[in-house]
């Protein structure tokens, strides 16, 4: 049976459950465009909603084409299941939520996407919980953040602006002997990284960027490794541990027993998700399914075309830094080894000699390039962060995420890489 390869270019195609559609042997995932399903008898209804039984209810807490997407990413990480969701935003958020209470903290690396920072910086503030920021360059920093009122560690694989790799091994094995488990947002780096296979808890994802890939669908997803021992943390995690009295008083480490090791995925969608409701689409969800499918052969390539350009801006004459997991050294190009298989992603980032009125002809002068706030599309795109992305952070923030004047994000697409180059060239010429 293909699910069962533990080869990960066949798993995108055949990860999970879903072999053909039952009804009518469509071998694409069917668009489930319903919102409820037939309960059958009122003794079935009950082993539903009691967790006897698992099976489908309403789309807001699950449908079949959310699911198949859902054991393919479960199936492309390693993890024990998953929880797709309508955008990134929404799986960042129910990733942390499902963990925190008023009074409580995390700790995050300073490396964020901007709209994480401010959610961690600000939002999570007017619901009484702290977000303490550390660099992520030293580990150990994230220990002396913690105290017993720390409930998960935050950090990007490979975070942009900075490219560096962030030290999922040893953040992990600091968390796992505090009780406190790592979230890692995966979004840049699909199958080059399985943060799983590094100590990470629990991973997540905009699947609006790579997984998608063709800069068409906004949806996200948080994986459960399934290895995390809450129960040995019983104290610290009482949110999963503890009586929940949504359920009955029950807990969600009681509920999901019976089903595998998958409490933090059930509360965060019987919790969270049911009463929040950020559920995806399953128009969405098909999207995403035919983006996965191809993912293989698009992070391939767009690894390839970014290391040329980075190749090609090192060597010209009106750039000032190129910033690229390939041309690191020491510790940084180490880390990047070592958790990034196969290629870099397709993120350039570089520095134009003349300060932000530089980078923004550069990016007005651009014609093969779309000028937008997305990353990880088959199309090449290009960004100022200081004026855009990161335009609502202080200048102290945009500094401690690694955005100067100057700097030019590049996400790289799969055009031919000679017609990439010459509109970097063109466009430098213009800046
Ligand atoms: N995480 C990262 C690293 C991102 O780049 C983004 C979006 O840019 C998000 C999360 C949020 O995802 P979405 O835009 O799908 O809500």
Known sequence: MASASRNIDTLVLHGGAYRTDPATGATAVPIYQSTSFNLGTTEHADRLVNFDEIGFVYTRLGNPTQDALEERLAAMEGGAAALALASGQAATALSVLTL?????????GTDLYGGSWNFFANRLRQFGIEARFVDPADPSAFARATDARTRLYFGETLPNPKLQVFPIRDVAAIGRGLGIPLIIDNTTS??????????????????TKYIGGHGTTIGGAIIDSGQFPWEEFAERHRLLTGPDPSYNGRSWVDIARKFGPVAYIFA?????????GPAIAPQNAFQLIQGLETLPLRIQRHSENAARVAAYLSGHP????????????????????AVLKGGYSGLVGFEVNGGAAAGRRFIDSLKLFFHVANIGDVHSLAIHPASTTHAQLSPEEQLA????????????????????IADIAQALEQA
């Open 268 to 276: 965060a969608r019987a919790g969270l998700l049911r009463d929040l």
């Open 318 to 337: 009106k750039v000032e830094t190129v910033i690229f997991p390939g041309l690191q050294t020491g510790e940084a190009r180490r880390r990047a080894d």
């Open 190 to 207: 699909p199958l080059l990284a399985r943060p799983i296979d590094h100590g990470a808890a629990i991973v997540i994802y905009s699947a």
């Open 100 to 108: 925190v209470s008023a009074g409580d903290n995390i700790v995050t």
């Open 401 to 420: 995420t690694g955005v100067t004047a100057g700097y030019v994000r590049l996400s790289v697409g799969v055009e031919n890489i000679d017609d990439i």
